[in-house]
């Protein structure tokens, strides 16, 4: 029987764990626990490293939940640009609503918080730069003077998009048809109550 030597009391080391790491371990416990009750200390155990570690890349929760959504968050604002070049409000919907679909199907956990997440839309309304992204995007999809119906259709359309990209009656779709019925979607949730 071998006899236990000092290097077998020690405990492993922990794997350092980089920033996309933390960052995939946050949007996991986001999307599955919620925002406000994920902690640090959870985001450090799901990412094997301590809660110093975890310090060394962010001082803060929101810093952690800015960093995850960035992706997104950076991508919002160029559908709207995109979607002020074109001339006609016809084409400036479809251009917003194209862009919302691609992010929601390509950055499907992300855009679930989000959509979904309550303390996630309070730190949002707290950033000049996502306030004027709404503002201004509203402005292009709604048009002036909205209905009631259309501001209704454009809340359905954005919060059923993260439900729609997981509904398992999309699975036989391919990305060209699941794409081109959101659209459709999205066109008519968007229609005014007087149009046609």
Not at 9 to 37: K, M, N, S, Y
Request: charged share 25%; hydrophobic share 40%.
């Amino acid at each position: 029987m071998r006899r236990p030597n000092a290097m077998d009391t020690v405990p492993p080391r922990r794997r350092r764990a980089g920033r996309e790491q933390l960052l995939a371990a946050a949007l996991r416990l986001f999307l599955r626990d919620g925002i406000q009750a994920t902690s640090l200390q959870d985001i450090a155990n799901a990412s094997g490293v301590t809660k110093a570690g975890l310090y060394y890349h962010y001082k803060t929760k929101d810093e952690i939940v800015l960093d995850v959504l960035k992706p997104l968050l950076d991508a919002l604002p160029a559908v709207t640009r995109r979607a002020e070049a074109h001339r006609t409000h016809a084409a400036q919907v479809d251009e917003v609503l194209g862009g919302l679909i691609e992010i929601a199907l390509d950055e499907r956990a992300g855009f679930a918080v989000l959509v979904n997440d309550p303390y996630l839309t309070q730190l949002l309304s707290q950033q000049p730069s996502m306030r004027q992204w709404w503002d201004d995007t509203a402005a292009l999809l709604l048009g002036p003077d909205p209905d009631d119906q259309t501001r209704i259709g454009l809340a359905m359309f954005i919060n059923g998009l993260p439900g729609a990209s997981r509904d398992p009656a999309m699975a036989p779709l391919d990305d060209r048809s699941r794409r081109s019925h959101l659209l459709e979607c999205g066109r008519r949730l968007l229609r005014p109550a007087t149009g046609t």
